[in-house]
């Protein structure tokens, strides 16, 4: 049975650029969370996904977009990255009505 | 607004010493509250959820109770070991609010 999983591991892009970043939930979970790990940081929460449809939002800018897919994998976009984007980003998956979230192991994205 | 806090931020212990993680949260409307560990760099493993309706729960040498009236959580672990060095997160769950809330969590180091 396989877990979350997340691409890339790492990344490395420019100020001003733009990244997508994906990840596949735990066989059989329906709604996909999306995280940001600055270093030294609990992981502060970004959106959530279910039924193809942004469910809630933390508080993150525009900038920060998402999308499900029918299969329920994941996209996060950040547009214009800025230098404080540098961050782990990781994706957390559960069902809907099971509020037990599963970690994937993340994305590194460092923006020079 | 839940908020999370771990103190102290880093604990260093002999190996073989039995320790005891806190965790507060100011929102005792809690769902639910999970103990993460985390490995430098790397995503974040669940060791133990607890349901609003529980006091405690168990997993080898590991063991988390939850006190909702004083907003309080605390993990034991016994008999530890190296392998245990790692960051651990604690996260709050609150219904309505599909989210977790994180602590920005305790480092720590067993020395051998």
């Known amino acids: 049975d396989a877990g979350v999983t997340q691409s890339p591991t790492h990344l490395i892009k420019t100020r001003g650029q733009q990244v997508t970043l994906r990840c596949s939930p735990k066989s059989g979970h329906d709604t996909v969370s999306w995280y940001q790990q600055a270093l030294g940081q609990g992981p502060q929460f970004i959106f959530q996904y279910y039924e193809e449809e942004e469910r809630q939002r933390g508080n993150f800018p525009d900038r920060f977009s998402g999308h499900q897919f029918p299969n329920y994998s994941s996209e996060l976009n950040v547009n214009a990255l800025l230098l404080g984007d540098s961050a782990l980003y990781l994706c957390a998956s559960s069902l809907v009505r099971d509020y037990e979230q599963y970690f994937g192991p993340g994305t590194r994205l460092t923006v020079t | ?112």
């Not at chain 2, 607004?1 to 949260?25: D, R, W, Y």
């Not at chain 2, 639910?32 to 974040?44: A, E, T, V």
């Not at chain 2, 669940?46 to 993990?75: F, P, V, Y």
């Open chain 2, 1 to 112: 607004k839940q908020e999370v806090t771990q103190i102290p931020a880093a604990l260093s212990v002999p190996e073989g010493e039995n320790l005891v993680l806190n965790c507060s949260f100011t929102d005792s409307a809690i769902y639910n509250l999970q103990w993460f560990r985390q490995d430098p760099g790397k995503g974040l493993t669940s060791l133990l959820l607890i349901q609003s309706s529980q006091r405690e729960q168990t997993s080898g040498r590991l063991n988390a109770s939850l006190d909702k009236s004083s907003g309080r959580s605390t993990l034991y672990i016994a008999a530890s070991q190296p392998g245990d060095s790692a960051t651990y997160l604690c996260a709050g769950f609150n219904f309505g609010n599909e989210k977790l809330t994180f602590g920005t969590g305790t480092r720590l180091t067993i020395i051998p």
